[in-house]
């Protein structure tokens, strides 16, 4: 019955159109009515709390790094880098998006960010060059959900305070699986571009090169301080948020100098906007999280899928085939609220490691961005490029199934993830 309020109750809430914090919240407070605990004032210390959480601090930071970086040039230098080393060869242009976002990642951790950015640059040239827009789009759109998986992300940091998980280990344990990703797009990107009747790039020489990478070392170098500053225990990734967002203010303003006080701004108001958005959610979350937690609704699951937990792949690829079905209809921060807590006890219980559940998680809710109808980076593409719907859907689908195969294999073959987790600890 409980588990029957707090399923219909975000349902009903959702398809009336209710913003997500607000469902959330409203579900909290069914389920509080539903075993009579209703208090206002716990409805209120629970949203403080979920607010007021030191490593959510990350989380602003991380959101103005990525806007500093697209408006103080650094995303740019990072794509006329790629473009100076393989836009030459067929296709080029193809591998110019896939090195770049996969780079781009390791810069700011949000998805829409990066690929709006890659959107905004690369399809007005693409299609300049013959390369059908479908395909481009598709492409972009699967690059772009790299961002979540590579360090830093925002993703991964929600979901460790969500689930009390180690979020250094999340961010380590995500490099191997995002690089593997975009090894997947050049793999497929290879097979599109024989049959496509494209312009190459002229080939840059290698003044052209060390041009553009020595005006893109100060970009290059966020990754490797990040990174570094986290596996040597220099910071925790709620500082290394601060130092990301404090490297690419000095970047923007003293190096390129493309960030102006006036532009700064309006990038403070822009990140505030989007933190609010965020930090709301994580408030309304924690009121539905909590009245989970009293509810035991982790126990009655467990007690449901009690004959899959003697068998960690088989009860793996049960949750993963349930979170694609969420993340068609849900956007990836709302489902890490919503489901995380419910079903890291359940995989706990059957023994899967938390963090590569964590990454698992993360993974296939990055590939709802892309899956229609919700589909929030598709839908970026789409207006960047002007296309409809549809054609980017057509577009998105080699990589999409591509995807799904690489998710197969870490079901699998958890190895493939968890071993590579060792490397870096």
Same mark, same amino acid.
């Given at each position: 019955?409980?588990?029957g309020? =707090? ?8 398809? #009336? ?8 919240? #409203? ?5 509080m ?5 209703f ?14 959480n ?6 602003? =930071?991380? *959101? ?7 408006a ?8 006329? $880098? ?7 060869i ?5 591998y ?19 690929t ?45 305070? @969500?689930?009390?998980?180690? *979020? ?15 090894? &997947?797009?050049?793999? !497929? ?8 009747? !494209?312009?190459a790039?002229?080939?840059a020489s290698?003044?052209e090169?060390?041009h553009?990478l &020595?005006?893109?070392?100060w ?5 490797? *301080? ?17 130092? @990301?967002?404090?490297?690419s $203010?000095a ?9 102006? &006080?006036r ?8 990140a ?20 989970v937690?009293?509810?035991? #609704? ?9 004959p ?27 489902t ?5 807590p ?18 698992? =998680?993360?993974l ?31 577009? !998105?689908?080699?990589? #999409? ?9 870490? !079901?699998?073959f958890?190895?493939i993830?968890?071993?590579?987790m060792?490397? =870096?600890?």
């Open positions: 019955m409980t588990m309020i =707090f399923l219909g109750a975000l349902t009903l809430l959702m398809s #009336l159109g209710m913003p997500i914090a607000f469902a959330l919240l #409203l579900t909290g407070v069914a389920l009515v539903h075993l009579d605990f208090d206002a004032q716990l409805v209120a210390q629970n949203m403080l709390s979920g607010a007021d030191f490593p959510l601090m990350a989380v602003p =930071f991380f *959101i103005l790094a990525g806007e500093l970086m697209n103080g040039g650094i995303s740019r230098r990072i794509i006329n $880098l790629a473009v100076s080393l393989v836009g030459h067929r296709g080029g242009l193809g110019v998006a896939i090195g770049a976002s996969v780079l781009l990642a390791s810069l700011s951790g949000s998805a829409i960010a990066d709006a950015a890659l959107a905004t640059l690369l399809i007005p040239m693409m299609r300049d060059n013959g390369y059908p827009v479908p395909e481009s789009a598709g492409l972009i759109a699967s690059g772009g959900i790299i961002a979540p998986i590579i360090p830093p992300s925002m993703s991964f940091i929600i979901f460790g305070v @969500a689930t009390n998980t180690s *979020i250094s280990a999340l961010f380590l344990a995500g490099i191997v699986p995002g690089l593997l990703m975009g090894a &997947v797009l050049i793999g !497929v990107w290879a097979t599109l571009t024989p049959r496509m009747n !494209v312009k790039q002229p080939e290698w003044a090169r060390k553009a &020595v005006d893109g070392i970009a290059l170098m966020l990754p490797v *301080i990040i990174i570094g500053g986290l596996r040597g225990g220099l910071f925790t990734p709620t500082e290394a948020a601060v130092v @990301a967002a404090v490297y $203010l970047v923007s303003v003293f190096v390129y100098r493309e960030v102006t &006080v532009i700064l701004g309006k990038l403070l108001v822009e505030a906007r989007t933190t609010s958005i965020v930090m709301f959610l994580c408030a309304g979350a924690l009121v539905s999280s909590y009245m937690t009293l509810a035991d #609704l982790p126990a009655q699951l467990i007690d449901m899928l009690q899959l937990m003697d068998d960690p792949r088989l009860m793996m690829a049960a949750m993963m085939l349930l979170l694609l079905a969420v993340g068609i209809v849900m956007d990836l921060t709302p890490i609220l919503v489901m995380a419910v079903m890291m006890p359940i995989a706990v219980k059957a023994g899967i490691d938390a963090t590569y559940f964590g990454v698992m =998680f993360v296939v809710g990055t590939i709802g961005l892309i899956t229609p109808p919700v589909c929030t980076v598709l839908n970026v593409v789409c207006g960047v490029a002007k296309i409809s719907m549809e054609r980017a859907t057509r577009g !998105v689908w080699p990589f #999409l199934t591509a995807y799904l195969v690489l998710l197969a294999l870490f !079901v699998v958890p190895g993830v968890t071993v590579p060792t490397w =870096f600890r």
